[in-house]
């Protein structure tokens, strides 16, 4: 820990190779069980010849599935994580195995080092995050902006799971110079608002020359800087930006993952979704399968294929309307399928026909993509790519987010693209399927915008 109480790669490179540790002691034991103590040599030499390439998969797996993150997380995260990781860990074996032709490694010694590994890990794991919790230093955060985006920030910071980020002050005005006596009392500036150019200078400033973390909100201008190309002419170097558009070599890369991935995905939720059909066909009148136009890249029209949620005439009257938590228009089984997204599976055929990607930003309805154009002149920008079952909005952000917090998450999620981005967002929905915030409809006035209505003191409130 050095010494501003942060966590160096050091000690996560300790805290990895630890975990590498027990879960190869949880199969060597798994082993130890299934023979009785006297592990045949046949066995034990398949346990070696795979172990590397087992404890490699386990690495990368975890780092995908942010089980080595710490902040912004509470126990049963930790719980969840690991069984969902040793789950993904046992079907890893398996295909390790038989590709390696270890025939020798049994399937009761992969169940074992599922239960065994699971019980180990998560009490490896939960002593490692209490370390953290007291030994890791709290981070002072001073926001600065204006009330509007102040206080959903706020509300934000003192959310459940975020135990490290404390936020110390609020500066609403005259940012600079009251920053400048508080500067030395915290660890994070977090800019919330676009303010005066000149003044944003000058914080900037004192920041880097006090060495302490700059924290920026999502805005367009910020965005635009993210992954730049680097060019030199003679004694001037440049930067350039890349844009909102994903090159075509990795879109070739990523087309390719997305036919791969819905084969393998439509394999094995086949039974799933033949017993969604059956339960959607019994419980209520109307067709199985619901169509609706939605837009895609290029703002192309197409029809997106979903299991019926509704009553069959839901919109007939109301017209185009926006999900919302404890939807009226939702038929009990729609509930259900919606709460584990079986209702989406049918999209994996959108997929194979090029509609739609496996990652990417949600698809809307020409209704509302035209009325979010007219709000906000970026908005276009998420169609630069194909639309997706799944995103970066969807699994970093809540579904009730407004339409503009969620482009925020598409446009990052374009800038930021690469293949390993895209097989970290797949594991990571697997976790969303459980979470009921992330699956629930818009709510109106969810978010906290006045300090007046929040418990925070008013002596740490700089104007």
């Not at 990781?85 to 195995?97: D, V, W």
């Not at 290029?298 to 019926?308: G, T």
């Not at 919606?338 to 026909?353: C, G």
């Amino acid at each position: 820990m050095n010494k501003n109480g942060e966590w160096g790669a050091a000690r996560r490179v300790f805290i990895i190779l630890m975990d590498v540790i027990v879960y190869n002691f949880s199969i060597y034991f798994s082993f130890w069980l299934k023979f009785g103590g006297a592990i045949p040599t046949r066995n034990f030499e398949t346990f070696e010849s795979s172990a590397l390439f087992i404890s490699l998969f386990f690495v990368v797996l975890n780092v995908l599935l942010s089980t080595y993150v710490f902040y912004n997380r509470i126990v049963s995260d930790i719980v969840f994580v690991t069984v969902i990781g040793q789950f993904l860990m046992a079907l890893g074996i398996m295909i390790i195995t038989f590709a390696g032709r270890w025939f020798a490694f049994p399937r009761m010694v992969i169940l074992l080092s599922f239960l065994i590994g699971t019980i180990l890990l998560i009490g490896y794991r939960t002593i490692i995050y209490q370390a953290y919790m007291k030994f890791g230093a709290d981070k002072r955060v001073t926001i600065l902006g204006f009330e509007k985006n102040v206080a959903p920030a706020i509300q934000n910071f003192n959310s459940q799971k975020n135990n490290k980020h404390k936020v110390q002050f609020v500066v609403l005005d005259h940012f600079y110079d009251n920053l400048l006596e508080i500067i030395d009392d915290v660890d994070i500036v977090y800019l919330a608002s676009e303010i005066a150019e000149k003044e944003k200078i000058k914080i900037y400033q004192l920041v880097t020359k006090k060495e302490k973390k700059l924290f920026l909100n999502t805005t367009f201008e910020n965005l635009v800087t993210i992954n730049p190309n680097i060019m030199n002419f003679e004694d001037e170097s440049v930067i350039e930006s890349s844009g909102f558009r994903i090159p075509s070599e990795n879109a070739m890369f990523k087309r390719l993952f997305d036919i791969i991935v819905s084969l393998i995905l439509l394999v094995i939720a086949s039974p799933f979704m033949l017993i969604t059909a059956i339960l959607v066909k019994v419980t209520s009148p109307g067709p199985i399968i619901y169509k609706q136009i939605r837009i895609t890249q290029d703002q192309k029209e197409f029809p997106i294929y979903k299991f019926r949620s509704m009553s069959a005439a839901a919109e007939s009257k109301s017209g185009p309307v926006l999900a919302k938590s404890n939807d009226t228009r939702v038929t009990p089984v729609g509930k259900f399928i919606r709460a584990v997204r079986f209702d989406e599976l049918p999209q994996l055929i959108n997929v194979l026909k090029g509609d739609m990607s496996i990652i990417g930003p949600r698809p809307e309805r020409p209704f509302f993509v035209e009325q979010f154009n007219a709000e906000n002149p970026y908005y276009y920008l998420r169609h630069n790519v194909r639309t997706g079952i799944t995103g970066y909005a969807q699994v970093y952000g809540k579904y009730a987010s407004d339409y503009n917090s969620k482009l925020k998450f598409d446009l990052l999620y374009i800038k930021k693209y690469s293949l390993m981005l895209d097989l970290k967002i797949l594991l990571q929905t697997i976790k969303i399927l459980f979470d009921k915030v992330s699956s629930q409809g818009l709510e109106e006035d969810e978010l906290c915008t006045s300090l007046d209505k929040m418990d925070f003191p008013k002596e740490k409130i700089l104007q």
